[in-house]
Every structure is written in C-alpha cells, then in structure tokens.
C-alpha cells in the first residue's frame, strides 16, 4: 500500500512538473525567437562560473589536503617502503604541477574566450611548433618517471635472500591468516593441499624434516626490527586455499596477492616496531595490519591480521614460546599425519 | 553555401532510391520502432535502454553509498527497492552489498558506457557523418541491439533470483567465481552474468562489424578518410578495438563456464572447498586474468574514445574554431588504440607475474600518457582565442576534458609497479578510474545527447535545465571521487561492505559522509536530465535545420526523419569538417559539402 502512494506521487509529481515546463514554454514561444539557443549573457555567466569553479575547485583540494592530510598513512615502517613514498611524492609532486597548470589554462579560457556576438574566432588549426613541444616535453618527463620507477621495482622484486632473512609463511583462506614460521632451520617444510585435515591446517607433509620445527601461529604476526647495519630482512611465501586474496601490508607499504595454486613472493626489513611507532604517532592504541585487498567473499571486510612488530630480543623470546608443528619427541614416530599415498611436490617452495 | 547535389550517381545510392519506393508505405508499428533495421531508430533504442540501464546503475551506487557512509543503519529507501530479503529493516545485507558492487560495475562499463555510448553515437552518426544511407548491414544492426537488449534484461533478471546476482566484482576473478560456495552470488547468478556477457559480445562483434565496414566502404563522395570528422574517427578505432578483444573476453568467459559446469579446471588448482580438497586441479587463475585483462584494458578505450570523439566535435564546434591538430588528434587515438593491447598486465603487477614482464607493462602502459597529454593540450587551445558558445553539450565537453586530465595524471602513479604496490586495489585506484574513464565518458556521452538531441529526436532539450544539470553534476562529480584518493592514500580497499571492522580507519568516516552526500546530489541533478531528456522528447521546441552552425552533414539532412537520410542524391564532401571562423568568409563555418574555392588549400592549411 505505501509502495503504490509513493509511485502515485511520483507519477503526479511528473505530470505536474511537465505541465509546469508546458506553460513556460508556451509563455516563451509567445516572445518568438530560439528560446533555447545560448545568448551572450548566458556565454557571459557560464564563462564566469567556470572561473568560480576554477577557484572553488582548487580551495576544495587545499581543504582536503589540510583536513584529510593527517588521515593517511605515517611514514612508511619498512626500508624498501622509505625509498617508495620518496619516489611517490615526487611523482605526485609532477603530476599536481601539470594538474594545477591544466587546469588553470582550461577554465580561464573558457572564462576569458566566452562568445560575444559581435566577435569571432581566430582561426588556428595546428602548428608543428607547439605540438612539437608538447610531445617531447612529456616524453622526457616520462623517460625519468619509468627509469626511477623501474630502478625501484627492479630493488624490490630482486628475490630475497632467504640465508639472510626470516622466512615466514602467510597462508590464507576464506576469511583469515594463518602464519607459519620456518623455526630453527630457517626452512619451510614441505606443504600439500590434500594434506589439510584436522589440526594441519596447513597442509605441512610430516615427511618433510625441515618442517617439523615450524611454527604455526593463528591472530597476529610477529616481525623482528633489526638495527639499521644489519641487512637482515623478512622473507615472505605465500599460499591460498581457497580464493585469491591479497596480503596488504599498509604500513610497510607491501602487498602480494595469495593465488590458490601456486606461492607467491615478497620481502621486506621492517624499521619501525609497534611501540616506537605509538609514541611518533603518540597514539597508544596504534598497531600495523594486514588487510585482506582483493574481493575474497561476504566477508572480505573483515579479514585481517594483527600484526607486532617488536625488537629481535621480543622476537625471539615470543618465538620460543610456540609450539613446533612435531616437536622433535614426536617426530621420532609419525603418526596420523602421514598418508598412503605421495603427495606430488608444492611447487616454487 | 550551395548544395552540390547533382555530383553523385553512384549505384548504390540508386539501389537504394529504389528500395525505399517499393517499402516506404508499408512499415508497420513493429518495423518502425521495434523490429526496425534504420540506423536512426537502433540508436535511439540503444539510447533509451542505456538512459534506463544507468538508472538503475546509479540507484545501486546510492544504497551502497549510503552503506558505506552510516554502516549499520537502516534506510527506508534501500528496504523499499530490495524488500526484507536483502535490506532487513533497511540495512543492506552484505552480500547484496557485494552484489550491487558487482553490478554497478558490470552495468556501467558494458551496458551503458559500451553498449550505450557506442550503440547510440556510432549508430546515429556513422551514416550521417560519413554521407550514407544507413548502416552496410541493417539487419545485422538490429540484431545488435536486440542481442544488447536481451543481455540488459538477463543482467537485470539476476536481481531477482533467491541466491542474488553475481557478486564476486565485475572482474568475476576465479576461482571466487567459479565455485558456487565460495559465496551466494557465484552461483546461478554468475551462470546468469555469463550469459549475459555472452550475448553483451554478440552484440558488440555484431555492431562492431558493422561499423567498421561502413566508416572503410560507405563514404559519400569526396569524404576522404583525411576529410572525417574525429567522432567517426573515434567510433572507427573503438570498433576495430572491441572486434579485437571482446572475443577474447569470450573465450575467458567460455573457459569459465567450462570449469563451473563441466568439470574442467583452466583456472582451478589445489583448491580446498567446505574440508575437502577439490578434484579439478592444475589450472592458474591468472590464466583468467590475463584473459580478462586483454579485453579489459582495450575496453577502457573502446569506452573513453567515443567520449572524446564526441567532445573534439563539440568543443570545435561551439568554440567556433578548427579542432587544433586534427591530424595530431587521429594519430593520437590511433597511439592510444595500438597501446591499449600491449598494456594489459598493469591492472597485475602484484598477482606474482614475473616482475620483469611488469617492467615492460610498466614502459608501455606509461607511453599511453604522452598520446593522451597531445589530446588534452589540443583541447584546451582549441579553446585558447575562440568565440564560445556555452551550450549545455559544450559544459559538459569542457567538464570531460577536466576529468581527462585529473584522473589521467593518477594514472601515472598507478602505472609505475613499484608505485602502484601500497595503492593496488585501494580507494586511489577507484578514484582514478571513476574520474579518467567513467566520468569522462558519461560527461562526453551526455554531452552528446545534448548536442544530437536535434537529430535523434528532432527537438531541443532546455538549456536552463540543461545548465543547472551540467554544475550540479561537475560539483558532485568531484566531491563524490576527489576525496577517495586520499581514501586510497589511507590505505582502504575497495569493495569493503563496511570500514568499521578494521580499527586503522575508524577517523575516516567523516570522508565517507562527504563522498555520499555528493553522491545523493550527483543522482538528484540526474533527475533534471531525465526530466529534461523526456519531456524534450515529446514537447520540446522543435529543432530548425543547422541550429549550431555546424559543418559536418548530419545537419544537411532534412529535421525529419526518413530512410536513406537524405531526399534526393547523397552530398558530395569537398573539405574537411572544421573550416570555422576561417579568415576571409562571410560566415564563421562553410559546411563540407561547400566546394573549395580556387586556390583554397583544405584541411586548414595554409595558402
């Protein structure tokens, strides 16, 4: 009943908003003329408004830039992430010059040539000159932004050295994390997705040796900060069971998506830990995520992960209190955990 | 201004002189306006469809605004469009949320900005531009609006399925997509987005086609490929465009329904679904990405060139000046069209594609810039010395070129893979591409239906109206997607049904609120151009014969309208399409069928 009132009203709304526009129109046919062709004053008014705009535009941006400007996120906790935000705000830097300049040219033309009747436009279809300039200036322009850009990616995807480096697997389903730290070895075992039953829910092959110090840890994610000479990094391989998700380190400014099928890679050396950020934030309840950032199901929300980064003491110490994945007691005899059959290799571990 | 109409005899025109005596009288109602095979006619069909399929697109992206700026809260307006099912007590449920995201998407880039933008301009244009009679196939032409048609009405039948409509992002990356319980919408509702994606390529291959035959061998007399106007240039490269890559978005699609329905696995690889391991093993899903993506990408152009073909005419017309650099402009989209197919992998860098491939994907993606800026500095000194005339279409030029450039300088950054790594899939990168390619392209396409209006339905839309709609919407247009960059920089994804579950953005809600308030602004100013567009239609002052003082020849043909366009032989073309205010003649625009004076130089060189 309320659903077919307010179609009526819409529907009378209509009509009565047409029939409106009818005796306007009618009124004005009765002056004559192309009501509808655009007159001087209304060249004159639109080119003013452009102006206006141009102004309103640029005081929303600066607004936007002072209120919204302390939202985003501080300063980049990773090595690799310092040397990204500097490349970025240079690029940013550019192209709002280009931004602010367009702009400007584009509405104060507007402004300034607006259509006067007794005027009439000056006929100027090309000149080799210009277009020369504008042609090469961008060019040159991009031939600094690709080759700075492509010297930083070539750092940042050069594969991690994994002797130097904490490996930590990141493995993800619908709708967490789970992490698996390499243990003593430093080495991941082995993992295969037909092995995921029960308390493995990581898949981990028993027969695999280097695997049975593993540690697998549910609801946060430790890093160690190591001193600014050490080069030690943490070394990340990453898995899905299920959909692609996207492991999105914000902070550290990384992200990888995990793809079912295969192990994807990344790798960092964290520089800031959880407390010193607090106190440059002087926000006591701050902490690092990982947020899940590519569409993974209803729940996509709110897939995350805690993440502490603490001194390598802190790191070491917590690191010892988890459980291995087949304490060395245990593994003595396997059992349960092995099948029948020969699970085929995980590729790329 | 003397019509040359005695030049031409050729046999085609004869052919179909004598066609159109032996059919005329006899159309019924269904072959005028339904089953109709003229290119006036599909164009408005396609046109209306779009009007009606952006309506709904738009309504969706108000209940998902609105979610996103009070999660949690009810809305009597999203419980009277959804029912209890999918907004209990008004709140949106979350996979609905997912859904409409998906939709949104799916309706506006292929439905409207493709579908629409295309089908309508390309169609009413090509043969009035170009000097023909109609399209080289009508039937095929019908066809492609029926099978545009049929993919509309499939897409929208998903809505109201118990499961819901797709929902796993217009992307519909697998295996999210292709195994049913990973979420609702993967289920019949992705068989139904298949199937209308299907038929959505028939449409396009069919049109497409159809297109670019009648651009290569159509042409009236004297219309010299040099000699067309930039908007068939524009319709001719996008064609080429969508006949290129839209079958290879079918074979990802066809893939697709292979491995939901028939067990096969290209995209599915050690899988674990509700404990157990799924059988179909050994695919990649970015396999599928890769597919996608080679439409995908070309597809941002198939939906931007239209809008800037469209604007390079209007901004030349109402500034009363030669479109600067015309040959710079052809050769510019030509750039953009070729790059477009080599530039795929940047939507990919961080699937775990070797990085060196992303490094060449890194060069060519940023080559596109250097076409793009020839494009946009041609535009604003084609205004530089005009005498312009602010006609509603010439707002909304202006407002694509503004829209070009802010959303194409982001590019920039999101093209470089190291940069793009902390923005990848966040807010910044759905600024970006709402601002580059779907703002500029529905300001160009509603900037077209202002300026044809005339020709598609012989009237005038009113220009106060039209005024008003133009500010409300650049105002709106900005505050809805300027502040979701600095989103983006705050590191939010996109597609989050709420950002309440996350503690890091709990301080950005007030920029949520501002985004929907503009975005409720946005779709109200729509309201004064539906209004506008069909009260017009059927009252509005009726349209004399050349009303800006154009050159090209849609505007030679009588304000009626009958088949074969023109009443007696086709013009004959004698220059190009820009010679506004040029220096010595009375008027300030010689249409094209005028011949050149002795002497003259065409194609605004010099003497």
């Known amino acids: ?164 480096s904490d490996v930590i697997e990141i493995y993800t389903k619908q709708f967490d994390f789970t992490v698996r730290y390499a243990g003593n070895d430093n080495v991941l075992g082995k993992a295969n997705y037909k092995l995921v039953v029960g308390a493995n829910v990581l898949g981990l092959d028993s027969a695999d040796v280097a695997g049975h110090d593993d540690k697998i840890v549910k609801g946060e994610l430790h890093l160690p900060v190591y001193g600014e000479k050490d080069t030690r990094e943490v070394s990340f391989k990453i898995r899905s069971q299920d959909v692609i998700h996207s492991v999105y380190f914000p902070y550290h400014r990384a992200q990888m998506n995990s793809v079912p099928g295969m192990t994807t890679l990344i790798h960092f050396k964290p520089t800031i830990t959880t407390a010193e950020m607090r106190k440059k934030l002087k926000n006591d309840k701050f902490d690092y995520y990982i947020v899940c950032n590519k569409i993974c199901g209803t729940s996509h929300y709110a897939m995350k992960l805690l993440v502490i980064a603490e001194t390598p003491e802190e790191y070491k110490a917590w690191l010892a209190k988890q459980p291995e994945f087949m304490p060395a007691a245990s593994a003595a005899a396997p059992s349960g955990m092995k099948t029948d059959e020969a699970p085929k290799e995980q590729k790329g571990l | 201004m003397s019509m040359d109409i005695h030049a031409t005899h050729d046999l085609n025109d004869a052919h179909d002189a004598h066609h159109d005596h032996e059919h005329h009288h006899e159309e019924s109602f269904v072959q005028k306006y339904i089953f109709s095979m003229d290119h006036k006619t599909i164009s408005r069909q396609f046109l209306i469809t779009a009007v009606i399929m952006a309506v709904v697109g738009m309504m969706m992206s108000v209940m998902f605004r609105l979610q996103l700026a009070w999660p949690h809260e009810g809305f009597a307006l999203t419980n009277f469009i959804l029912g209890d099912k999918w907004a209990p007590k008004g709140v949106l449920d979350p996979n609905m949320y997912m859904a409409l995201v998906t939709l949104h998407g799916t309706i506006m880039v292929f439905m409207v900005l493709t579908g629409g933008l295309s089908g309508t301009f390309s169609n009413l244009l090509i043969p009035y531009q170009i000097g023909a009679r109609d399209m080289a196939s009508g039937f095929l032409n019908m066809l492609s609006y029926w099978f545009f048609f049929a993919s509309s009405l499939v897409m929208l039948l998903s809505c109201f399925i118990e499961s819901g409509p797709a929902s796993g992002g217009w992307t519909v990356y697998p295996p999210l997509s292709a195994v049913k319980e990973f979420m609702p919408g993967s289920g019949l509702g992705m068989t139904m987005w298949l199937v209308s994606m299907s038929l959505f390529i028939v449409s396009s291959l069919l049109g497409g086609l159809n297109y670019i035959i009648t651009v290569l061998n159509f042409r009236t007399k004297g219309m010299s490929m040099t000699r067309l106007p930039l908007t068939i240039w524009a319709f001719f490269i996008t064609a080429i465009l969508g006949v290129l890559s839209f ?329 190009w399409p820009y010679d506004y205010s040029k220096p010595g003649e009375t008027d300030d625009y010689i249409p094209q069928t005028v011949p050149l004076r002795p002497g003259e130089v065409d194609g605004g060189g010099h003497h």
């Not at chain 1, 009943?1 to 046919?29: G, P, T, W």
């Not at chain 1, 929303?60 to 690799?80: D, K, N, R, T, V």
């Not at chain 2, 750039?335 to 990085?355: C, D, E, K, Q």
């Not at chain 2, 109200?524 to 090209?552: D, V």
């Open chain 2, 247 to 575: 079958p290879v978005l079918f074979s990802a699609a066809l893939l697709l329904i292979f491995d939901r329905s028939f067990g096969t696995s290209f995209y599915l690889s050690d899988i674990i679904v509700n404990g157990a391991p799924l059988e179909q093993t050994g695919g990649s899903p970015i396999l599928f990405q890769h597919l996608f993506w080679f439409l995908g990408h070309p597809e941002v152009y198939i939906i931007l060139l239209p809008a800037l073909g469209l604007a390079s005419e209007i901004i030349s017309v109402n500034s009363r000046k030669p479109i600067f650099g015309y040959r710079a402009m052809i050769g510019s989209m030509l750039a953009i069209g070729f790059l477009s197919f080599i530039v795929w992998g940047h939507h990919m860098f961080i699937t775990g594609m070797n990085p060196f491939l992303g490094s060449v994907f890194v060069f060519t993606t940023l080559l596109i810039a250097i076409p793009s800026a020839v494009k946009a500095f041609n535009y604003i000194t084609t205004l530089w010395k005009g005498n312009i005339q602010f006609n509603p279409a010439m707002l909304f030029a202006i407002g694509l070129v503004s829209t070009f450039i802010t959303g194409g300088v982001t590019g920039i950054i999101l093209a470089d893979s190291a940069l793009d790594i902390p923005i990848h899939d966040t807010y910044f990168v759905v600024a970006h591409f709402h601002i580059v390619m779907g703002l500029s392209a529905i300001l160009g396409m509603i900037g077209g239906v202002y300026h044809w209006f005339p020709k598609l339905f012989l009237r005038k839309m009113n220009k106060t109206m039209g005024h008003i709609h133009f500010w409300l919407t650049f105002v709106s247009a900005y505050g809805v997607f300027f502040p979701m960059h600095f989103l983006g920089l705050a590191g939010v994804p996109r597609r989050y049904y709420t950002n309440s579950e996350i503690p890091m953005f709990d301080n950005l809600v007030d920029i949520n609120v501002l985004i929907t308030c503009f975005a409720i602004l946005g779709a109200l100013a729509q309201c004064i151009f539906l209004f506008n567009f069909f009260y017009s239609m059927f009252r509005g002052e009726k349209a004399e014969q050349n009303p800006y003082h154009s050159n090209t020849l849609e505007w030679t043909t009588p304000m009626k309208h009958t088949h074969g366009n023109w009443p007696g032989a086709l013009p004959v073309v004698h220059r």
């Open chain 1, 1 to 164: 009943m309320v659903k077919l009132l307010v179609y009526l009203a819409i529907v009378l709304l209509i009509v009565a908003v047409s029939q409106l526009a009818r005796v306007f129109e009618l009124a004005s046919e009765l002056k004559g003329g192309h009501k509808n062709k655009v007159t001087e004053r209304d060249n004159r008014n639109m080119g003013r408004l452009f102006l206006v705009y141009l102004v309103a535009f640029f005081a929303f941006i600066i607004w936007q830039l002072c209120h919204y400007g302390p939202l985003l996120l501080p300063e980049a906790a990773s090595e690799s992430g310092k040397k990204l935000d500097w490349l970025f705000n240079f690029n940013m830097v550019i192209i709002f010059v280009v931004f602010v300049i367009t702009h400007i040219m584009l509405f104060f033309f507007a402004f300034k040539y607006y259509g006067r009747d007794n005027n009439r436009a000056t006929f100027f279809p090309h000149n080799n000159k210009l277009e020369l300039i504008w042609t090469s200036v961008p060019a040159a322009v991009l031939a600094v932004i690709i080759f700075l850009g492509l010297k930083l990616w070539s750092e940042i995807t050069t594969p991690a050295d994994d002797k130097n």
